[in-house]
């Protein structure tokens, strides 16, 4: 067998799934007018799948920053954190953080990937033990095999089974990292987080979050679930992106443990990627202002939530979890799915469209972000494209 | 460890793998659950799950990359089994 062969499989695959002119995972978008409204296809759509929970992306004051900061220091820092890619940016940046997560120590990434493939790795090694939730990110899962860790796995947001497995572990919990989601990216659901730290408190064992899409949603600082139900002080270890609510790329670990800081000499993916561009940096540093200075944000964003949840439990719809910025329709099929995809766009709106394993549990899902710059008219738009194709999503093919 | 215990526990996976496979086959040894049986991940992560449930243990996700034939994975429960 060629080192090629393999690839053939998933021509096929790709044959059977995707129908002649249906590609979802070729979507370019052609243009971008705003954090909301694209050109795809010579048309142009509403964005409802693009994780850009606050609108960031196009707020005057980060365009402005990263801007001037573009013109000042260049496009690129051409180095890893490690050697000489740290500007004042970066620095400022984790300080920053830092104070917005009241925690003693910050690290910034280049990626929320990479970010937890540098943390969670540092973190636990051969002889330590990570029990991560089933529906947990790849990111995630690629980290822990990386670690050398026993790596394992308990049901989504099943708190008996979670318990179960602490309690087999014994006296290991002392060296277990449990990790879990704030907000779970493909059904929006959140993690029982209460429960999670109490478990982790009765055993012993350590916390992560990864808060990717609750940052800037959830709390009332927007620092995620663990703010908003009130257990930060469990929390050992903080993760999450720039890519989502502040609109740019990168991502963090906060903690309160000073040793935090000692993983910036083992993490690879610290040490062995470049850094994010100054420009970046300088809209992350703005959008940070921007959540603390603009609570009002959120109320929208939530409101637009509202709105959409709302409209399409009415229409019917069986969607994947409680009101979130994630709104995800469940569709019978995999045909299904593609179909009704394809006809949302051509009426003018772009969703995500998830299939196992990306979707859990074998599910198949029309996936929507909202944002707080979703106007009450475009969501009203979805909701009436999504009743008028309403059979295509819901009568099995 | 003896062999009977190899023998149920074979027995048990057995009614298992067919149950998930949807396959009248029959379990070898050397049957290899993805080649043979067909298993995906996601199947073989419920399938899993079951066998937790069942001999009431802990099934650590790296023991996945040495899991290919049936005789590797009553080895793998028997081990773990023994060992809590
Ligand atoms: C839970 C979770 N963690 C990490 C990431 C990776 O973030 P990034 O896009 O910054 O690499 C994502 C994004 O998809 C995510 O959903």
Redesign the pocket.
């Given at each position: 067998m060629g080192l090629l062969d393999k690839l053939d499989t998933i021509a096929a695959t790709r044959e059977t799934l995707l129908p002649e002119g249906i590609n979802p995972f070729d979507v370019v978008i052609e243009e971008i007018h705003s954090a909301t409204e694209g050109t795809i296809d010579g048309h142009r759509v509403v964005l409802a799948g693009t994780?850009n929970y606050l609108g960031l992306t196009f707020h005057p004051s980060c365009i402005e920053a990263a801007r001037e900061t573009l013109l000042s220091e260049g496009t690129g820092t051409t180095g890893s954190r490690m050697a000489n890619g740290t500007f004042s940016g970066h620095s400022a940046l984790e300080k920053e953080l830092a104070i917005f997560y009241d925690c003693s120590s910050a690290i910034v990434f280049s990626?929320?990937?990479?970010?937890?493939l540098g943390a969670i790795s540092s973190l636990a090694g051969p002889g330590d033990v990570i029990v991560l939730d089933a529906d947990?990110?790849a990111?995630?899962y690629d980290a822990c095999r990386m670690s050398g860790a026993e790596m394992i796995r308990f049901r989504h947001n099943n708190m008996v089974d979670l318990e179960k497995k602490l309690s087999r572990l014994g006296p290991k919990c002392k060296n277990t990292l449990i990790i879990a989601?704030g907000i779970?990216?493909m059904l929006g659901d959140c993690a029982p987080l209460v429960e999670i730290a109490a478990l982790k408190r009765k055993y012993g064992a350590w916390l992560m979050v990864?808060e990717?899409?609750s940052m800037g949603v959830l709390g009332e600082h927007g620092r995620g679930l663990a703010e908003a139900v009130g257990v930060e002080k469990d929390v050992d270890f903080t993760?999450?992106?720039?890519?989502?609510s502040l609109g740019s790329?990168?991502?963090y670990c906060v903690s309160n443990h000073r040793k935090l800081d000692l993983i910036r000499y083992i993490s690879r993916s610290y040490v062995f990627t470049a850094s994010p561009s100054p420009a970046t940096i300088s809209s992350v540093r703005e959008a940070l202002k921007v959540i603390s200075a603009e609570p009002q944000l959120r109320i929208k964003l939530w409101e637009n939530v509202d709105q959409l949840y709302r409209g399409l439990e009415r229409l019917g719809f069986e969607l994947g979890s409680d009101p979130s910025p994630i709104v995800a329709i469940r569709v019978p099929t995999k045909e299904n799915a593609l179909f009704a995809w394809k006809a949302i766009l051509d009426k003018g709106i772009y969703v995500n469209l998830v299939f196992p394993p990306a979707a859990p549990a074998g599910l198949s899902l029309l996936r929507c972000s909202i944002s707080a710059a979703h106007t009450p008219e475009q969501i009203n738009f979805i909701l009436k494209t999504f009743a008028d194709l309403k059979p295509m999503m819901t009568d099995a093919i | 460890m003896t062999t009977l215990q190899y023998d149920a526990i074979f027995q048990q996976i057995e009614a298992l793998l067919l149950e998930y496979a949807q396959l009248q086959v029959p379990i070898q040894d050397d049957t290899d659950l993805i080649n043979d049986l067909g298993f995906d991940s996601l199947k073989l992560m419920e399938m899993l799950e079951e066998v937790e449930d069942i001999f009431d243990i802990t099934y650590p996700l790296n023991d996945l990359s040495n899991l290919h034939t049936v005789k590797d994975f009553v080895l793998q429960i028997q081990q773990i089994v023994g060992g809590e």
């Open positions: 994780n990626t929320g990937f990479v970010t937890n947990s990110h990111s995630i989601e779970y990216s990864d990717a899409h993760v999450g992106t720039f890519s989502k790329i990168g991502g | -």
